[in-house]
């Protein structure tokens, strides 16, 4: 082989090389314009294809929740804001994770079948679904532009609140940067907890991820896309039932229980928690025997907990903020969460507690 042929093989095997490293499967994310850069190969024509897919998450959202009412029932209200720096209007707002499924009161029941009584099915069908969603409409509302809705998941045994944009061309686009939207409200009885709100943003083509070859690598990417393809804000939200016929004791157990998540999701460390166990646990029997001094020491030295984390938290306004007290986005990579150090006990969360425990101290003090 001489030098000419020597070269030309070695050019060819590099080339080769070049093609074969190339075509190969990848999703690479750009963080300068928001998107992800997708290359494989098409199933059907097996050509290969470059796609980008654009990230949800270029809002800067923020949350002022509050709560009013007093259990016949409460009405959570919140507004969203869409600080001036992001990039797309916030077009989903999904509070989720809610631990209970609202069942329809009176929901008419189907007794005829769908083969042989097809008409009165369809009738019996017609007025569960009409029942569900007049149920529906009381318990959550939207404002003018947007479609507003429960999501069961019976397997899970939770209920979500979910607000997006209405069908019409008339109906709003989201909310723009450097604008807020009121009118999300929910009614239920259940006292408040802490719950994460999933926010994503308006793009302008929303291909989605589900033409994409169906093999391990690209299961596992379009995992990792849509794991990090919303924000979470928390808000205050209906987690924790009061017990009917109500028993104060089983409440503060069912309080004590919520806040027992607090450290895993960020809102307390374990050392606050641990304080307030102590305190739970000379809360609940006190109730349960009528021991009102003893109730209320312990209540107190929560309340101190909370407002030594939060000077001007007051405890007759735990149930709102003004608009400077507002929760923003949970921050969402490991390396984000790093940097960003949990609070011993977050303003939501002490909010939450305070307005609860008000609750049983005024239970309690109703009774003579």
Same mark, same amino acid.
């Given at each position: 082989?001489? #030098? ?20 190969? %499967?990848?999703?690479?994310?750009? =963080?300068? @314009?928001?998107?992800?850069? @997708? ?7 097996? +050509? ?14 923020? #949350? ?25 209007? #916030? ?38 679904? !009409? =029942? ?5 409409? !009381? ?25 997006? *944009? ?14 807020? +939207? ?14 994460? !709100? ?33 924000? *979470? ?5 209906? @987690? ?10 089983? @409440? ?7 806040? +027992? ?6 809102? =307390?460390?374990? %050392? ?10 000379? *809360? ?27 000077? %001007? ?11 400077? +007290? ?13 940097? !960003? ?28």
């Amino acid at each position: 082989m001489n #030098i000419t042929q020597y070269i030309r093989l070695t050019l060819l095997v590099l080339l080769l090389g070049t093609n074969q490293a190339h075509a190969q %499967d990848s999703a690479v994310y750009d =963080a300068s @314009l928001n998107v992800w850069r @997708l290359h494989f190969q098409a199933p059907e024509s097996s +050509q290969w294809v470059q796609k980008t897919y654009e990230a949800r998450t270029a809002i800067q959202p923020t #949350i002022q929740s509050s709560i009013k009412g007093n259990g016949k029932p409460f009405f959570y209200k919140y507004i969203v804001r869409n600080q001036r720096g992001a990039k797309q209007n #916030i077009s989903i707002i999904h509070i989720w994770g809610i631990p209970m499924i609202y069942e329809t009161p009176n929901l008419p029941p189907i007794t005829s079948n769908a083969r042989t009584e097809n008409d009165k099915w369809t009738q019996q069908y017609w007025d569960q679904l !009409t =029942a569900k969603r007049s149920f529906e409409q !009381t318990v959550i509302k939207a404002p003018k532009g947007w479609s507003a809705g429960l999501r069961v998941d019976e397997e899970a045994g939770q209920t979500s609140f979910v607000w997006t *944009l209405g069908l019409k061309d008339t109906d709003s686009y989201g909310i723009e940067p450097g604008h807020s +939207q009121s009118g999300f409200t929910v009614s239920r009885a259940e006292l408040p907890g802490v719950a994460r !709100t999933y926010l994503q943003g308006r793009i302008a083509e929303p291909w989605g991820l589900d033409g994409l070859p169906d093999t391990p690598f690209w299961k596992a990417k379009v995992d990792e896309i849509e794991e990090l393809d919303y924000l *979470l804000v928390p808000v205050l939200a209906p @987690l924790i039932p009061i017990p009917d016929p109500y028993n104060a004791g089983e @409440l503060a157990r069912r309080i004590k229980a919520h806040v +027992q998540t607090w450290p895993k999701y960020g809102h =307390a460390s374990t %050392d606050t928690l641990a304080r307030l166990n102590r305190q739970f646990d000379v *809360l609940i029997p006190a109730l349960e025997m009528n021991n009102k001094p003893t109730a209320r020491a312990a209540v107190a030295a929560m309340r101190k907990e909370c407002i030594d984390h939060h000077r %001007d938290l007051v405890d007759a306004k735990a149930g709102e903020d003004d608009d400077t +007290q507002v929760s923003v986005a949970l921050p969402r990579t490991p390396a984000q969460r790093s940097a !960003t150090p949990a609070p011993a006990l977050d303003r939501l969360a002490a909010r939450a507690l305070m307005f609860d425990l008000r609750y049983l101290m005024d239970r309690m003090d109703s009774v003579r």
